[in-house]
C-alpha cells in the first residue's frame, strides 16, 4: 500500500488562496483516481476532487471554479489550489489513492482553518 503524505495547510483569511500537496511513495501512474477529500467537525467526509490517471477531473459542487486538482506524475504528487477560501472550506483535507482493484490508500490530512 503506497504511504501518502499531505501538506500545504494552515491559517488563512477569507478570499485568500492555499495549495496543497500530496506526495506519493510510488509512482501514483498506478492509482486509477487520486483525490482530495475533506471532513469538517460533526460531518462526514466528502469528496473535494479527483483526478484520473487520464486528467479527467471532477468536483464539488461547493468548489467548482475555486480549487483545482493537478498531478505531476514525475514527482509522484497530487496538489490541491485552493482559491477564494470561505469559511464554509475549514476541514481537515486528506489525499487517497484509489486502485482499480484492492484498498484505497489515505494520508494522514492537514488541517485547513478560513476565518471570517
Known amino acids: 500500500q503506497v504511504q501518502l503524505v499531505e501538506s500545504g495547510g494552515g491559517l488563512v483569511q477569507a478570499g485568500e488562496s492555499l495549495r496543497l500537496s500530496c506526495v506519493a511513495s510510488g509512482s501514483i501512474l498506478s492509482f486509477a483516481v487520486m483525490g482530495w477529500y475533506r471532513q469538517a467537525p460533526g460531518k462526514q467526509r466528502e469528496l473535494v476532487a479527483g483526478?484520473?490517471?487520464?486528467?479527467?477531473?471532477n468536483y464539488a459542487d461547493s468548489v467548482k471554479g475555486r480549487f483545482a486538482v493537478s498531478r505531476n506524475n514525475a514527482k509522484n504528487t497530487v496538489y490541491l489550489q485552493m482559491n477564494s477560501l470561505k469559511p464554509e472550506d475549514t476541514a481537515v483535507y486528506y489525499c487517497n489513492a484509489r486502485p482499480l482493484y484492492g484498498r484505497d490508500s489515505w494520508g494522514q490530512g492537514t488541517q485547513v482553518t478560513v476565518s471570517s
Open positions: 483526478i484520473t490517471s487520464t486528467g479527467i477531473t
